[in-house]
């Protein structure tokens, strides 16, 4: 469920960039990118339009901040699962994909506005930047996948798609209280595990 930005009295500029961040996520995953103006953003935290370029240099590039910002809030998840203790390999990837679930069905504007259907709403020329940022997430899963087990016929990259196609997808069926995102994670590592048996 997207939320509104609240009103933002802070005058410092870390906290009012991050204001800026929170407001353009809100309005992003409600709006659309197209539909959402920097005056309604600059307005949301009660700043005039032509202030908010001292923080971003266009609309663009809040864009950028926000996907930016939304990607981390991911990473932390998963180092906050692993956290160098989790040595065995399927543990590992079954933790980093609870961690991925819990951020991506926590119902909050940044999860909505770095999935992929969404992301394909956005300006073409800014896919390549927006991308990079996915690739370089992604890159994460990689070095679990690298360690699994597998069958050498397994091809690894098919299986991290299969992986992160069922992933995301499940933002789009799931229903709060019927599974946690750790009963998902080990539904679907198990099923992709059996299938290596």
Not at 78 to 104: F, M, R, Y
Request: hydrophobic letters at 45%.
């Amino acid at each position: 469920m997207a939320t509104t930005a609240p009103r933002v009295e802070a005058r410092g500029g870390e906290n009012r960039r991050e204001a800026l961040l929170d407001a353009a996520a809100a309005m992003f995953a409600t709006k659309g990118y197209d539909g959402t103006s920097i005056r309604d953003i600059a307005g949301a935290v009660g700043m005039l339009p032509g202030s908010l370029y001292y923080h971003f240099k266009s609309k663009e590039d809040l864009l950028i901040a926000v996907y930016r910002k939304g990607v981390a809030r991911f990473e932390a998840a998963i180092d906050a699962a692993l956290g160098g203790t989790v040595d065995e390999p399927w543990q590992a990837i079954e933790a980093a994909c609870a961690a991925h679930l819990s951020i991506l069905l926590d119902g909050g504007d940044y999860a909505r506005i770095v999935n992929p259907e969404f992301v394909r709403s956005f300006p073409p020329a800014m896919l390549p930047t927006l991308n990079a940022e996915r690739d370089r997430y992604e890159r994460h899963f990689e070095k679990l996948i690298a360690a699994l087990p597998l069958d050498p016929q397994t091809d690894r990259w098919l299986f991290k798609v299969a992986l992160f196609g069922s992933l995301n997808w499940s933002q789009t069926w799931y229903r709060k209280g019927r599974y946690t995102p750790h009963d998902i994670a080990a539904a679907f590592i198990g099923m992709l595990r059996l299938k290596q048996a």
